[in-house]
């Protein structure tokens, strides 16, 4: 079988909801055993024998006292965890700039520090979630883009440096994925006019949708599957034509 993971031990983080969730139950359908570390347990993945830790990523001391249930051998790690911000510089706080570097930066620092010495007597995999905004700047992003541009730059440093410990790691840069923070932020920012908003994002994508987060989970598989051995220090963009193709 393809993409056959039977017999991996995988890592996912943010895998409560939207892509990671999609992200932990296909690693685990593939025949993975998977555990998620998030701040809440989605009763579904208890549900389909996916195992949660409760832990904040962004404290270094509470993320490597929880994880020590983990297996001493992690063959998969998926830094999927992350928060967005709508606003330029000026609409931007100090505070609002340290969260998101606390969260999509310094959580995936510690994350892959915490996990990587479980991989390197056997080699494995590192997928880091980055995004469009590590290719190209998309309006009212000042925080977001400037933390995912350091997720693709940390994820080059990675795969160079753990060459010879046959650890691989590479990066997705989704464009806009239909999650529940989608549904959220328009219901909260656009009352009465939900639909209308969300078909005007949709279309920002040339494809003329927004992805779905099986569609992500499905990229991360093959990423994270003997049938990609040869990838590595590589950036995949998922975003129906959005880096290449916008505005053409």
Same mark, same amino acid.
């Given at each position: 079988?393809?993409?056959?993971?039977?017999?991996?031990?995988? =890592? =996912?983080?943010?895998?409560?909801?939207?892509?990671?969730?999609? !992200?932990?139950?296909?690693?685990?359908?593939?025949?993975?055993?998977?555990?998620?570390?998030?701040?809440?347990?989605?009763?579904?993945? &208890? &549900?389909?024998?996916?195992?949660?830790?409760?832990?904040?990523?962004? @404290?270094?001391?509470?993320?490597?006292?929880?994880?020590?249930?983990?297996?001493?051998?992690? *063959?998969?790690?998926?830094? *999927?965890?992350?928060? $967005?911000?709508?606003?330029? !510089?000026?609409?931007?706080?100090?505070?609002?700039?340290?969260?998101?570097?606390? +969260?999509?930066?310094?959580?995936?620092? *510690? %994350?892959?520090?915490?996990?990587?010495?479980?991989?390197?007597?056997? $080699?494995?995999?590192? !997928?880091?979630?980055?995004?469009?905004?590590?290719?190209?700047?998309?309006?009212?992003?000042?925080?977001?883009?400037?933390?995912? $541009?350091? +997720?693709?730059?940390?994820?080059?440093?990675?795969?160079?440096?753990?060459?010879?410990?046959?650890? #691989? %790691?590479?990066?997705?840069?989704?464009?806009?994925? @239909?999650?529940?923070?989608?549904?959220?932020?328009?219901? &909260?920012?656009?009352?009465?006019?939900?639909?209308?908003?969300?078909?005007?994002?949709?279309?920002?994508?040339?494809?003329? #949708?927004?992805?779905?987060?099986?569609?992500?989970?499905?990229?991360?598989?093959?990423?994270?599957?003997?049938?990609?051995?040869?990838?590595?220090?590589?950036?995949?963009?998922?975003?129906?034509?959005?880096?290449?193709?916008?505005?053409?």
């Amino acid at each position: 079988m393809k993409f056959d993971l039977s017999g991996k031990k995988a =890592v =996912v983080t943010g895998g409560s909801s939207g892509i990671g969730k999609a !992200i932990a139950e296909t690693l685990k359908e593939q025949g993975a055993e998977v555990f998620v570390l998030d701040l809440n347990e989605n009763p579904s993945n &208890k &549900k389909n024998d996916i195992n949660t830790i409760i832990t904040d990523i962004t @404290h270094w001391k509470e993320l490597n006292s929880s994880i020590t249930s983990l297996p001493n051998s992690i *063959n998969i790690l998926v830094n *999927n965890a992350g928060i $967005g911000f709508v606003g330029n !510089i000026e609409q931007t706080e100090e505070e609002d700039f340290d969260r998101l570097y606390q +969260v999509n930066v310094k959580g995936l620092f *510690n %994350c892959v520090k915490s996990i990587l010495p479980r991989m390197k007597n056997q $080699g494995g995999v590192i !997928i880091n979630m980055a995004s469009i905004t590590a290719h190209l700047a998309v309006k009212n992003r000042l925080a977001y883009t400037t933390t995912k $541009g350091a +997720v693709f730059s940390m994820t080059n440093a990675i795969a160079k440096d753990y060459l010879d410990d046959g650890i #691989r %790691c590479n990066s997705v840069s989704p464009a806009r994925v @239909h999650t529940p923070f989608v549904d959220d932020y328009l219901e &909260k920012n656009y009352p009465g006019k939900e639909k209308e908003m969300f078909d005007n994002l949709s279309q920002t994508q040339p494809i003329g #949708r927004m992805a779905k987060p099986q569609e992500v989970a499905d990229l991360v598989l093959y990423l994270c599957s003997d049938e990609a051995s040869f990838i590595t220090g590589t950036d995949f963009p998922i975003d129906g034509g959005f880096i290449k193709l916008n505005g053409n």
